[in-house]
Structure formats: structure tokens, C-alpha cells
Nanobody
Framework: QVQVVESGGGLVQAGGSLRLSCAAS????????MGWYRQAPGKQREPVAI????????TYADSVKGRFTISRDSAKNTVYLQMNSLKPEDTAVYYC?????????WGQGTQVTVSS
């Protein structure tokens, strides 16, 4: 059993910052990727930032490049998303996703609301 728990969402004014955390626990075997996705009302879930654990390489959605940073604490099986210069269009439920050799796992999501 694997648990993925996000935290750190909330309400922030445009231009502000938030840091999301995602902690994975349980029967975790080789983690190949950790990432953040988001889903705004009426829209499909989209990838925001992905980190490949073996190489450390990262990929970002064009809309967040230069503003968001994904990082990882491997000892704690935790991944972070530092979000700066937030915009109202960043408002969404943010989900953490974990890819392992045994499959993929999702967290329950955390709401991020950016007011104008």
C-alpha cells in the first residue's frame, strides 16, 4: 500500500508564493518519477512539473516556466513545488503523482486559489 499526501495549498494574492509538499509512504519501491499536475474547474488535468529521479531532469509546462520549481528530498520520499509570481490562472486543484516500478499513485489533491 502506498500513500501520497499533498499539503501547502491555500489562498494567495496574485504575485504571491506558495510551496506545495508531497510525501509518499508505504511499500514504495523504485520511484522513477515524481510530479505535479493540476486541474482547474471545467478543464482537463494537466502536467505542471515532472522530475525524473534517476537523472534529476525536470520538465515544466510552458505556462509555469521561470515561476515554478520542482525539487525532491529523496531521503524523505518528498517532492516539493515552489510556486512564485502566482497568477489567477494558476488557480486549480494540484495533484501529486508518483511513478514506481509497481505502478502509479496519486494524491488526493490540494486547492490553490490565486486572487486578483
Amino acid at each position: 500500500q502506498v500513500q501520497v499526501v499533498e499539503s501547502g495549498g491555500g489562498l494567495v494574492q496574485a504575485g504571491g508564493s506558495l510551496r506545495l509538499s508531497c510525501a509518499a509512504s508505504g511499500s514504495i519501491f523504485s520511484i522513477s518519477a515524481m510530479g505535479w499536475y493540476r486541474q482547474a474547474p471545467g478543464k482537463q488535468r494537466e502536467p505542471v512539473a515532472i522530475l525524473i529521479t534517476e537523472s534529476g531532469s525536470t520538465t515544466y509546462a510552458d505556462s509555469v516556466k521561470g515561476r515554478f520549481t520542482i525539487s525532491r528530498d529523496s531521503a524523505k520520499n518528498t517532492v516539493y513545488l515552489q510556486m512564485n509570481s502566482l497568477k489567477p490562472e494558476d488557480t486549480a486543484v494540484y495533484y501529486c503523482a508518483l511513478t514506481t516500478t509497481l505502478g502509479g499513485y496519486w494524491g488526493q489533491g490540494t486547492q490553490v486559489t490565486v486572487s486578483s
